[in-house]
C-alpha cells in the first residue's frame, strides 16, 4: 500500500509516520510545508519519499504529483491554537477544501482527515459522533465546514471517507502553549510558583503516542466510516492533570490556582464517547 500524509512535520504527523514505519507492506510519502534541509534531521527522513509542498499552490494533479497514493491521511492545517483567527475560515478551509477535491477529482478513493472536538461547540457531558455540531470558534467551524463539504464529494465521487475527531493530546514535541508544556518549562527554569486557571475543567486527553496509533488503525480498516471520536472517553480535571505530570516526573511546583480565567470557548466539563473507536480497536486485535 502507498500512503500519503499530508502535515507530516507536525506534532502529530511526526508520530503518525514513526508508527506507520511500524507497519508491513506500507510504503510512506510524506509532505508538509518544511523544506528537506529542515525536515532531514527528522529520524524518519530517510525511511520515506518527502516532498515539501505548499497546499495552498495550484496543481493540475496532486494526485499524480504525489504518486497516486492508495490512502490519504490528511493532517495538515495551519495557525494552531490560534482557535479565534479568521484564517481558519478564510484561508485554511478552502485550501485544505481544493487539495482534497483535486485529489478526490484524479483517483484518491481513500481518506482520513483530522477533526477536532471544538465541532461540537460547547455542549457538555459525552460528546457522541452522532450530536449535532455547533462550533463557536472561527478553527472548529472551519473544520465542520471543511466535513461537510467532503461529504457533498461523496454524492459525486465513490471513496471511502472517516473523519477522526481528536479531543486533548500531550507529548513531547507539542505546542510550547499547552500547559503541560508549560509546566515543563516551569520546571526546567526552577519557578517556585506555576500560574494555571483553578483547574476544575473536565476534559479528555491522550499521550500523543496512542493518538498516533488509532490515526492508523482507524484509516487502515473499512468497516466503520464517517465520523470517529479519537479520544480516552474518560474526563480528567485540568488540576489533576497536572498533579499526575508532576508525580510521574518526580517533581514539586506550588500551583498558583485561578491565576487564569478559565477558556471561553470551551464548555467546563465534556469528553468523547469511544463506542465506535472502541469497536475499530478490538476489530484490529
Not at 470558534?137 to 467532503?150: E, M, N, P, Q, S
Not at 498516533?212 to 465520523?227: E, H, P, T, V
Amino acid at each position: 500500500m502507498k500512503l500519503l500524509v499530508s502535515g507530516a512535520t507536525g506534532f502529530i504527523g511526526n508520530y503518525v509516520i514513526k508508527e506507520l514505519l511500524k507497519c508491513n507492506d506500507i510504503e510512506v510519502i510524506a509532505t508538509s510545508l518544511d523544506p528537506i534541509t529542515k525536515v532531514r534531521n527528522k529520524e524518519w527522513f530517510k525511511a520515506v519519499k518527502y516532498k515539501a509542498q505548499d497546499l495552498n499552490e495550484v496543481k493540475e494533479n496532486y494526485f499524480a504529483f504525489f504518486e497516486n497514493p492508495d490512502l490519504l491521511i490528511h493532517l495538515s492545517w495551519q495557525g494552531l491554537p490560534n482557535y479565534n483567527e479568521l484564517f481558519h475560515i478564510e484561508r485554511n478551509l478552502y485550501t485544505n477544501y481544493n487539495f482534497i477535491k483535486n485529489m478526490i477529482e484524479n483517483g484518491l478513493r481513500n481518506l482520513t482527515v483530522i477533526g477536532t472536538c471544538l465541532e461540537y461547540g460547547m455542549q457538555e457531558g459525552s460528546l457522541s459522533e452522532e450530536m449535532p455540531t455547533n462550533p463557536i470558534t472561527a478553527y472548529g467551524l472551519g473544520k465542520d465546514t471543511l466535513r461537510k463539504f467532503i461529504e457533498e464529494l461523496k454524492k459525486t465521487y465513490e471513496f471511502t471517507f472517516k473523519w477522526i475527531r481528536l479531543f486533548y493530546i500531550y507529548g513531547r514535541g507539542q505546542s510550547p502553549k499547552s500547559i503541560i508544556s508549560q509546566l515543563d518549562q516551569a520546571l526546567k527554569n526552577n519557578e517556585e510558583v506555576f500560574n494555571m486557571s483553578k483547574g476544575d475543567q473536565l476534559r479528555d486527553y491522550l499521550q500523543v503516542e496512542k493518538v498516533a496509533d488509532y490515526i492508523i488503525q482507524i484509516s487502515l480498516q473499512n468497516k466503520i466510516n464517517g465520523i470517529i471520536n479519537c479520544c480516552s472517553g474518560k474526563p480528567i480535571s485540568i488540576k489533576n492533570l497536572v498533579k499526575a505530570h508532576l508525580k510521574k516526573r518526580n517533581k514539586n511546583i506550588k500551583l498558583n490556582l485561578g491565576y487564569y480565567p478559565y477558556p471561553d470557548y470551551e464548555p467546563m466539563a465534556f469528553w468523547g464517547e469511544t463506542k465506535k473507536l472502541n469497536s475499530i480497536i478490538k476489530k484490529q486485535k
